[in-house]
């Protein structure tokens, strides 16, 4: 919870003083019981209200489609707090946090003329303060902080009344030992909750950290005018040509008889492949064909969709972090859009297909920033001039913040080797939802000794076996093509392919 009024200038302090809330009476799965909430309070620093920047327009749209299940985006993290940390320490490390980043004391509404952020130069947020049972064997640990954090996530933020970031300590005999904290994806992305993290880490260490120099506002008037503008119109352009001839669709064929209904509460389902054999074949081919691992992950997710899919191009859109001017690594924010990547993986193999995934790729992250607002107007015209509305809704996320993974075994050049490895691979439910905004949507997240490639998939068109299927071919493409040359269609052979029963689907 937090509470705020318009305060003026440019830099400002946080206090902390105990709160009179009573806290949460018992947490059964984090072992922790509620002792009362502290109060970090902010005063003196800029304030201001503006449109929204383009990236926090993006998810501001996301999490309106969403309603009441947006907590689906919301960011939970845990830090093991130093030992010799204090409960003033903890906090005043939090003022200084809020205080640096506006976005933590930011409120985001609709406003006449669009959407509006409104930062806050005065106010106030709120630390619940979690303490181990008196007879609890030993302080709490990850799995206890991550249970609570878990708990704090599941309630989708109310953006327009409180601050975007929720916080809660777990203490043992008095002591801090961890430090729980949820992010609204509307306060910032996956980029912005790095730079959190590590400047708790100095902060906890006792280190000065220099100014922030750009934040939200400055980020959406640079949007406005000048260079910025341009980068967003030059943007459009590129959208408007390439949508003009790619596929209106991937799912344009009659749904299998054994699809979930449309109505169904677990339509959207996602599944994990675990893989130490991708991740070893990724890495090598990465070296050969000298692009990222990044790019043939991606490869493999566009070329095996556009095989099962029956096209000849593949059209995905990517999580773009457009981060890569100075000025925002240190922006506390959300500047995520989506990138248009278009793919012709051609008759080759595989490895033909990574090689000619390099361009693409470096054009779609070129042109991830834009007007929202604008953008659905170039959908619309396309879609007009097309004769069907634009379905882009497959999506590749790489979310590893790394290219290489650090824990692989050494297969050198044997086959063998590597096949065994893929004896190893599982497939795991992760999850299932009423709706969701993709029907195809693929994403990887770091781990040191394996390939984790997750596929949310609308079991409407691709049922799970297929959902399976389709996370097999991705793995066999990988591993296949580090000793032999397999294209994407080989890869899918024992799935039933969708029936060719759709409309033609030609360029204006």
């Known amino acids: 919870m937090s509470s705020h009024d318009t305060g003026t200038g440019d830099t400002g302090t946080a206090a902390v003083e105990t709160g009179s809330g009573t806290g949460t009476a018992g947490d059964t ?3 922790t019981v509620g002792t009362g909430t502290l109060t970090v309070r902010f005063s003196g620093l800029r304030s201001g209200s503006a449109p929204m920047s383009w990236g926090q327009q993006a998810i501001w749209k996301s999490i309106n489609w969403l309603a009441e299940e947006a907590h689906y985006f919301n960011l939970a993290r845990v830090v093991a707090l130093p030992g010799g940390t204090t409960t003033d320490g903890v906090l005043g490390v939090l003022g200084e946090l809020i205080a640096r980043h506006e976005a933590l004391r930011s409120t985001f509404t609709d406003g006449p003329d669009g959407p509006v952020q409104r930062v806050y130069g005065s106010g106030s947020a709120t630390v619940a303060v979690h303490a181990a049972p008196a007879d609890a064997p030993g302080p709490p640990d990850e799995a206890d902080a991550q249970a609570l954090a878990d708990r704090l996530a599941a309630t989708p933020f109310r953006n327009g009344e409180e601050f975007g970031m929720r916080y809660a300590v777990l203490t043992h005999a008095g002591e801090p030992v961890w430090l729980v904290m949820v992010v609204s994806h509307q306060a910032t992305d996956y980029g912005g909750v790095r730079v959190m993290e590590a400047e708790l880490a100095r902060l906890l260490r006792g280190e000065s950290l220099e100014p922030v120099e750009w934040q939200p506002l400055d980020q959406a008037r640079h949007q406005q005018e000048g260079e910025g503008a341009r980068r967003g119109r030059a943007a459009l352009d590129h959208w408007e040509r390439a949508l003009s001839t790619a596929p209106t669709s991937h799912f344009d064929f009659p749904p299998p008889p054994d699809g979930a209904g449309e109505d169904d509460p677990g339509r959207f389902v996602r599944l994990r492949l675990a893989s130490v054999a991708g991740a070893v ?25 556009a095989a099962y899919t029956g ?32 793919l012709a993986p051609g008759e080759g193999t595989f490895e033909d297909a990574v090689r000619g995934g390099f361009l693409p790729t470096m054009s779609a992250y070129r042109y991830g920033e834009y007007d929202p607002a604008a953008m659905d107007e ?19 996320n790489d979310v590893r913040m790394r290219d290489r993974w650090d824990a692989l075994p050494d297969t050198g050049d ?73 294209t994407p269609a080989e890869a899918l052979r024992g799935l039933t392919l969708p029936t060719a029963d759709r409309a033609p689907d030609t360029g204006a």
Not at 281 to 305: E, F, G, H, M, N
Not at 428 to 456: E, N
Not at 470 to 479: K, Q, S
């Open 281 to 305: 074949a990724a890495q090598r081919l990465a070296d050969r064909c000298r692009v990222s691992t990044s790019t043939v992950l991606l490869t493999a997710a566009a070329a095996t969709l």
């Open 29 to 31: 799965r984090s072992g």
């Open 378 to 396: 170039v959908h619309e015209r396309v879609g007009r001039a097309r004769g069907r509305k634009l379905d882009l809704s497959a999506f590749f």
């Open 414 to 486: 044997d086959p063998e080797a590597l096949l065994a490895l893929r004896a190893g691979s599982e497939v795991s439910f992760i999850g299932s939802w009423a709706r969701q905004d993709a029907k195809y949507f693929v994403h990887t997240p770091y781990c040191p000794d394996r390939l984790h490639l997750y596929l949310m998939a609308d079991t409407h068109y691709l049922p799970v076996p297929v959902i399976e299927g389709l996370l097999r071919a991705m793995e066999t493409l990988l591993v296949e093509s580090v000793h032999g040359k397999v």
């Open 311 to 342: 096209h000849d191009r593949a059209v995905m859109l990517l999580i773009a972090g457009n981060r890569n001017e100075p000025r925002l690594q240190s922006m506390v924010g959300a500047q995520t859009e989506n990138a248009l990547f278009v």
